[in-house]
Structures are given as structure tokens and as C-alpha cells.
């Protein structure tokens, strides 16, 4: 069984540029979600796919956009990079969208940095 | 003021130590509660999670939800330098949105051998 794995893991871009993030979930799962982790944060909710459609979504402005592919896989994509998107952003797979317990496998993450 | 609050740490304990960590949160419609581990350059790891008031054990690790003080804690017992790593605590409510964690900032714990 393969666990979630995320591509690329570091990347530097610089303001006003767009980035594509990739995710893999796990298999079986057919929930994915992604968060924001800021340098010494917790994570951050950004939205959720399930059956190839966004189906919840945090405080992020419209130029936080995604994809879920039929294999479940997904992207993250930002648009008009600013300083403040440096990050690491996690994906994280589970086997049902509206798993309230907590159940997520995340990833290792992709570093962002925004120059 | 965050919905949900985290010592920052760093907390710094022996080897062996009873380890307490906590999380304050506002929002009284969190139902699910519950603890991740961070290591340092990994994705968070889920620990144990609670539904609603009262405790939960597994193995070293003690989870328990105060929810009339919305207030959740989380008990290392025989602390072990393995258990080095940012802990953060986490909620969600019963909806559609069920894989909405809202996170605490973390905790950052070390383990001296």
C-alpha cells in the first residue's frame, strides 16, 4: 500500500508567477485535502475534492484553485504567487469526504518559497 | 483570537518525564478533537482522536476533551527522545466538511536522553 506522495518537494518562484502542486493519495482513498502550513503554524484548511469536485473550502481567495483526477490524484494551482503564499503545502488523502474523526494521511509536504 | 490555541512551546523535558500539552479553543460546534505528531520536515501524523467529552487511552498517550471548558489536553507518560517533535492538536465538526481540521499552531516538544 503506497502512502500520499507529493511532487515537487522544493520549489522557489518568484512574486506575480504561478505554481502547480501534485498530489497522489493513498490508495483506496478518494478524498483529498489540502492545507497551508506557514513556518512555525499549524495548518490550514484550503479545500477539500471528492468525485473530481471541490466540495469544501477554508479562507483562501480564488487564486487558490485545484484539480482531482479520475485516479483521484490531485493539483494544487496558484496564481499571481505572493511573498506571504511561502509555505508548505500538504496534501492529505482519506477514504470518505465527510470523515469527522480525523482520519487524514498527509504527505510530506511541498515547500513553496516566494521571492 | 485563533479558534483554537497552542502553547508555541519549546517545552523541554527528561527522558522519562510526564508530558502535558494543551489547546484552548472558542468555537463550541467542534465535536471531533484530536492530536497529530510533526516531525521535523514530514506531514503531520495522526495520534488519537476523541468524539465529545471524556478520555482516551493508548499506550504512553492519554487524550482527554473538557468540552464545558473547551479545553483538551494531551498526557505523554515515560517521555522517550523518539517522541521529539511538534505536536498539534486538532478539530472539526459533524458536516459535509468533515476532513475540515481546523489546527492549532503546535507545540514544540524535545525529549533530552
Known amino acids: 500500500e503506497t502512502g500520499v506522495t507529493q511532487s515537487p518537494t522544493h520549489l522557489i518562484k518568484t512574486r506575480g508567477q504561478q505554481v502547480t502542486l501534485r498530489c497522489s493519495s493513498q490508495?483506496?482513498?478518494?478524498?483529498v485535502s489540502w492545507y497551508q502550513q506557514a513556518l512555525g503554524q499549524g495548518p490550514q484548511f484550503i479545500f477539500q475534492?471528492?468525485?473530481?469536485?471541490?466540495?469544501g473550502r477554508g479562507n483562501f481567495p480564488p487564486r487558490f484553485s485545484g484539480l482531482q483526477f479520475p485516479n483521484y490524484s490531485s493539483e494544487l494551482n496558484v496564481n499571481a504567487l505572493e511573498l506571504d503564499d511561502s509555505a508548505l503545502y500538504l496534501c492529505?488523502?482519506?477514504?470518505?469526504?465527510?470523515?469527522?474523526?480525523?482520519?487524514?494521511?498527509f504527505g510530506e509536504g511541498s515547500r513553496l518559497t516566494v521571492l | 483570537q485563533k479558534e483554537v490555541e497552542q502553547d508555541p512551546g519549546p517545552l523541554s523535558v527528561p527522558e522519562g518525564a510526564i508530558v502535558s500539552l494543551n489547546c484552548t479553543y472558542s468555537?463550541?460546534?467542534?465535536?471531533?478533537f484530536m492530536w497529530y505528531r510533526q516531525y521535523s520536515r514530514k506531514g503531520p501524523e495522526l495520534l488519537m482522536y476523541t468524539y465529545s467529552s471524556g478520555n482516551k487511552e493508548d499506550g504512553r498517550f492519554t487524550a482527554q476533551v473538557d468540552k464545558s471548558s473547551k479545553y483538551i489536553s494531551l498526557f505523554i507518560r515515560d517521555s522517550q527522545p523518539s517522541d521529539s517533535a511538534t505536536y498539534l492538536c486538532a478539530m472539526s465538526f459533524t458536516n459535509n466538511a468533515g476532513n475540515m481540521l481546523t489546527f492549532g499552531g503546535g507545540t514544540r516538544l524535545m525529549v533530552k536522553p
Open positions: 492529505a488523502s482519506s477514504p470518505d469526504p465527510g470523515l469527522a474523526t480525523g482520519e487524514l494521511f
Open positions: 490508495s483506496g482513498h478518494n478524498t
Open positions: 475534492y471528492y468525485r473530481e469536485e471541490e466540495n
Open positions: 468555537n463550541s460546534a467542534f465535536q471531533y
